[in-house]
């Protein structure tokens, strides 16, 4: 079925989800904040796509099948069935407010993974003054491990499995699953939105590698902390950090599959997000050796700043103690300067420090109130 889907933002995981989706037949426009790139991007009349299956071409155009760059982002979003918003959620305080007047009723918007964005964007949507019913869900991971090679090429080097994402408000999940699965049949029903949240592994997996790779970073001209960078050392801090995650997410009454990052690591685990040796496949690649700036990096501004400190303050509200992640964001501020946890998306940040477990429970069901 064509589905039609508005695309926000212009990093890498923006190029695979627009190369991906037209080419899999649905309606697909683009939207970045950087109207003049998307100009280049008509000027060359296609994407490049390198992936397992070889180097092709997706046009752009006008029409279902072909990518179709628009520089408004009221034009983009206009009678989209489904939103996708594959941006780091550093983004999203202020994507959020520019999008909420433009939603209307029945939407599906995906933050694929969101970082609890889904309530930035709610919450915006509310101090706007909004009354349509739209959904908001969050994955683990983005469905992709995609590189941009060049002017016009991405390179996907994995395609995500299984897509473990959660909606807000939960009472919308049976509409939204419909829509998501259209254009993404590998999502997989993992609750409400904070149980997405508390899927997603970027601020598992990315902390431990950008703090504990920090002189290396610093020393040479490009490192790839995906590959050397990570030793055993590193691994038993990912697998610790790991453990405090899943412990929250059963303090919060969240069941079983949590998809263990072990299983990202091992050839012989259960099949996690990018299937089976997915780590091999990403450092093969070659596509992570770079030059990091600790300071910049969405590492760190994205999966320490604000990842961390959102399973630090889900511990902290639920009594469950969380040692790694704090001593992580903890040194992810004494190396760039900065209060990550002052900063960070943390239920005092969002609101929710004052509920109790039933005011919890409410809010995630039935979403914010205008």
Request: proline fraction near 6%; charged fraction near 20%; glycine fraction near 10%.
């Amino acid at each position: 079925m064509t589905v039609k889907i508005a695309v926000l933002g212009g990093g890498h995981g923006s190029w695979a989800t627009v190369a991906e989706l037209a080419e899999n037949g649905h309606e697909v426009r683009w939207w970045r904040r950087n109207a003049e790139a998307l100009e280049a991007v008509r000027a060359t009349g296609a994407v490049s796509v390198r992936d397992y299956r070889g180097s092709r071409s997706v046009p752009v155009g006008d029409g279902t099948g072909e990518i179709n760059p628009v520089a408004d982002l009221a034009e983009a979003v206009r009678d989209a069935a489904l939103v996708v918003i594959p941006l780091p959620s550093t983004t999203h305080d202020d994507l959020a407010p520019q999008l909420a007047p433009l939603l209307t009723e029945g939407q599906v918007v995906f933050m694929p993974p969101g970082t609890f964005g889904s309530m930035v964007f709610a919450k915006a949507v509310a101090e706007a003054g909004g009354s349509a019913e739209i959904a908001f869900a969050e994955a683990g991971t983005l469905p992709y491990l995609a590189r941009r090679h060049g002017d016009a090429e991405v390179v996907i080097s994995g395609y995500a499995t299984r897509l473990p994402t959660g909606v807000f408000p939960l009472r919308l999940a049976e509409s939204a699953f419909k829509t998501l699965r259209e254009a993404y049949p590998s999502v997989e029903d993992a609750g409400d939105g904070l149980s997405g949240a508390l899927m997603n592994a970027g601020p598992i997996i990315h902390p431990p590698l950008i703090t504990m790779n920090a002189g290396p970073l610093e020393h040479f001209a490009a490192w790839d902390i995906h590959n050397e960078g990570t030793q055993p050392s590193i691994r038993s801090v990912t697998d610790a950090l790991d453990a405090e995650r899943v412990a929250l997410r059963e303090a919060f009454g969240y069941g079983a599959p949590h998809f263990p990052l072990a299983d990202h690591y091992a050839a012989d685990g259960d099949e996690w997000m990018y299937g089976r040796s997915a780590h091999e496949r990403l450092t093969d690649s070659g596509d992570w050796r770079e030059k990091i700036d600790l300071h910049t990096h969405r590492y760190m501004v994205e999966d320490t700043r604000l990842g961390l400190s959102l399973l630090v303050s889900a511990g902290r509200w639920a009594g469950v103690p969380t040692p790694v992640a704090e001593g992580l964001l903890a040194l992810g501020s004494a190396i760039t300067g900065r209060d990550f946890y002052a900063e960070g998306r943390t239920f005092e940040n969002l609101g929710l420090a004052d509920l109790d477990r039933a005011g919890l429970t409410e809010l995630l069901r039935d979403g914010v109130q205008s």
